[in-house]
């Protein structure tokens, strides 16, 4: 394709982000998809199942449990998800992305599974937090490398597509809780087998993954570009071999670029904050906002159905389950909208419907016109727009900042998000519904919580509306310049993608 010359001094002339955006959609971009897109599924079925366990591990023949520890579990998921985040983002930018793949699951397939013996409040609240560092560090390696191996014009729709994919989680932790927590398995036997699905399906895709090369694009930035165009070779030989025509691409269109520098965390700031102000604080509103009304949401729902519609245990997933496919199928249906009308406007839309429909949701919970099933309705509603909102806003913070930084900006804002928003949220939201046993639970302190929760999306709504950047079918390399480019092609990256196999 070019004449390259390894070098880890001088500069380095690199075709690759070129050659992987202009590839049609192959049997390896599903390969990606699967092989990497599963975590989201294990996060998805990991919050569900707790939030079906709040339920039981209140009742005395279990761990008897308080609401507020209930909450606090969630919670303490979700600290664990910051600090893997943390920690592993900044691993993924130096050692790739590949590396971390196995690492990151093992942990999180040891974390869930050991919560299933825990014997008492304090070992669950320790598994919870190992299971949440590996669930983070999979988020911030995988994004990543979804981002860099999908073409440009479908980035947004995959991208999107496996955010929402955690529903589908969500849904079969619903399906398997209809039997864990019916009269066929003891009470105190359910919510520990519980914690075996997710690491029993963990175990299986970590072959799949040993398939899937390192990103070329990370490898191009880190003084290994031969060997990232030796793995866009390959992938243009499958191609080839199923009789696909890839038109070359114009070597005038290579990037020149340096080895990539490495910062510190206040060095990263300064870069979020100081050279991109306007991106740094789209990426905060949009992950802040969407955290806390998921996870007041989420980890509060078995609760609320119990408390305030006298829901038995064994029957909440029967509410959840279609809940769960509300929120699978808006990613799913309208995802694609987001590479066609465009990330702003869809962003908007999305934000800006789920909070004025959760106000009217608060509003009739408040009045007691709602019982149990039109209150899941309400739900699904809302959630269908929310979910593709949420989704937005990981892709978002995965595309608007250099490639070098990805999973530190990915672990990053999603950090803040969690920290600000998501952390708070399930505690808060438990001590607002009130004590479990409570047969006439008032409606004023959670309505106050719903119009909180509404009040963010909006915000996020108009934060997206200003500020926003349309990143739709644009390279990677054309919405933010690489820190190691020494010199970008003229008319950007995108159009010479766009203009060469389709």
């Avoid at 092989?35 to 989201?40: F, N, T």
């Avoid at 919970?365 to 709602?370: T, W, Y």
Wanted: proline share 5%; charged share 15%; aromatic share 12%.
């Amino acid at each position: 394709m070019s004449a390259l010359v390894e070098s880890r001094a001088g500069p380095v002339r690199s075709l690759v982000p070129a050659r992987m955006d202009r590839l049609p959609w192959t049997r390896f971009h599903w390969l990606v998809v699967v092989g990497l897109g599963v975590s989201w599924i294990l996060d998805g079925l990991e919050i569900q199942i707790v939030s079906l366990v709040s339920g039981p591990l209140t009742d005395a023949q279990t761990l008897h449990l308080s609401t507020g520890q209930v909450g606090f579990l969630g919670s303490m998921y979700l600290i664990g998800e910051v600090v893997g985040a943390l920690f592993f983002g900044r691993l993924t930018d130096k050692l790739g992305r590949k590396r971390l793949f196995v690492i990151t699951l093992v942990i999180y397939l040891f974390g869930s599974g050991l919560g299933g013996f825990a014997w008492s409040y304090w070992p669950l609240l320790v598994c919870r937090f190992i299971a949440g560092t590996g669930i983070g560090g999979e988020y911030t390696a995988i994004n990543a490398a979804i981002d860099e191996l999908i073409p440009s014009r479908y980035r947004g729709r995959v991208d999107i597509a496996v955010n929402g994919t955690y529903w589908a989680g969500a849904a079969i932790g619903s399906a398997i809780g209809l039997y864990l927590f019916s009269n066929h398995v003891p009470i105190d036997w359910g919510w520990r087998i519980g914690f075996f699905i997710g690491p029993i399906l963990g175990l299986v895709i970590i072959f799949v993954r040993r398939t899937i090369p390192e990103s070329p694009r990370w490898l191009m930035t880190h003084g290994r570009n031969d060997e990232a165009e030796r793995i866009v070779d390959e992938i243009e030989e499958r191609l080839r071999a199923e009789n696909v025509d890839l038109e070359p691409v114009d070597d005038s269109k290579a990037l020149v670029i340096m080895q990539s520098p490495r910062l510190n965390m206040i060095e990263l700031t300064k870069v979020f904050f100081g050279q991109y102000p306007r991106r740094a604080v789209l990426g905060a509103t949009m992950m802040i906002t969407q955290a806390f009304l998921y996870n007041a949401i989420f980890f509060s729902y078995a609760l609320v159905l119990k408390v305030f519609y006298h829901i038995p245990a064994g029957h909440v997933p029967y509410f959840f389950f279609p809940f769960a496919i509300g929120n699978l199928l808006g990613p799913l249906t309208i995802g694609r909208l987001f590479d066609t009308i465009g990330r702003r406007r869809m962003i908007f839309a999305t934000y800006l419907l789920s909070g004025l429909l959760l106000y009217v949701s608060a509003y009739l919970f408040n009045q007691g016109s709602l019982n149990a099933t039109t209150q899941t309705i309400c739900w699904c509603v809302i959630f269908f727009f929310a979910s593709a909102g949420a989704s937005s806003a990981y892709l978002t913070v995965s595309e608007i900042f250099p490639l070098e930084l990805r999973g530190q900006a990915i672990s990053y804002f999603y950090a803040l998000s969690q920290g600000a928003g998501g952390v708070v949220a399930p505690w808060l939201f438990g001590h607002l519904i009130g004590g479990a046993n409570n047969a006439h639970a008032p409606t004023g302190p959670l309505t106050i919580g719903y119009v909180i929760g509404a009040s963010f999306m909006i915000a996020g709504a108009l934060v997206a509306l200003f500020l926003g950047v349309d990143a739709e079918r644009r390279s990677l390399e054309d919405i933010a310049s690489p820190l190691s480019a020494v010199r970008l092609p003229e008319g950007g990256i995108s159009a010479a993608a766009a203009g060469s196999g389709g």
